[in-house]
């Protein structure tokens, strides 16, 4: 081991309180560069980079984690932040002196901003133990889609047993999950998909699926308590026309186009508000919890995560344009060298 990498382990043993009480031009002089990757501009685009960086600090309510995992979501090329990725799963080295359910060692999984990189901060509050059993991949796979797909079937639509669902874009992140969510509640569930993933969905649990390249689900004869829309590329009027007399819409996805969301807000505030019909557009909550729960979930063989690909670090640039293509099934994963 280098003699960095040997004074940053020997620090790592310590809570973050000693580390301050050493300085913070001491930690950054003895602290390793990890790899991360990051948005460098060019005079055309944004172009995704790997970089050498400095280890981060955690502050008081936060622990640094050693990544083992992440996952990619729409958000992270939406927003284009200069450092990428929310979904990680890892083993915790430092903590800062606030945290009270974490100690270096533990592994635990959650959201923490820049988590393409070897290493990262997160809030206590945005985690939860990795339960055993688990994978890290596979705990990395949840904490945005996963959270998602919970909190819109039982907080906003409040999903009760034998209602009837459908769920657009049931192959996707979230949507391979909320048609396992939504079984288990004991809504009988009807998935949305292209023909390549009929049999995935049907494999999750959901008790019908439309191939949308031979049936329009907008024009079919079934009505339904709940749509869940991942995918964003039907009308609200025609989306209305599925739904049962007091049914209710919850919309997760969007338009690709960051230019066309804002538009796409208005029209479903207009439908909800000024003609009272029920459309939700919701964005998740990552939580302790929530995420509690769902490891519960995963450990019952209740839900299991759907990855579709893997990547290493030097790969994500590529696991993000793929992602973007929107027919991922399931996640797409970055995983780091043991």
Known sequence: MSERGSVFSWLGRFHTRDLRHIGSYRWRLTSPDMKAAVYGKTQARKVLEIRDLDQPLPKDHEVLLRVRAASVNPLDWRMKTERPGVDVAGEIVA??????????????????????????????????????GVSFEQAAAVPIAGMTALQALRDVACLQPGQNVLINGAAGGIGTFAVQIAKSFGARVTGVCSTKNVELVRSLGAD?????????????????????????????????????PNGTCVIVGAPKKMSEVFTWLLKIIARSVLLRQNFKFFIARVNRDDLTTFGELITARKVTPVIDRRYALSGTADAMAYAEEGHARGKVVITFEQ
């Open 208 to 244: 019908r699926v439309i191939d949308y390249t031979g049936e329009d689900f907008t024009r079919g004869s079934e009505r339904y308590d709940l749509l869940l829309d991942n995918v964003a590329n039907r009308t609200l009027s025609a989306m209305k026309g599925v739904l049962r």
């Open 95 to 132: 903590v800062g002196k606030n945290v009270k359910q974490f100690r270096p060692g533990d592994a635990a999984f959650g959201a923490g901003k820049g988590a393409f990189a070897e290493y990262v901060c997160a809030r206590e509050s945005k985690l939860a133990p990795k339960p055993e």
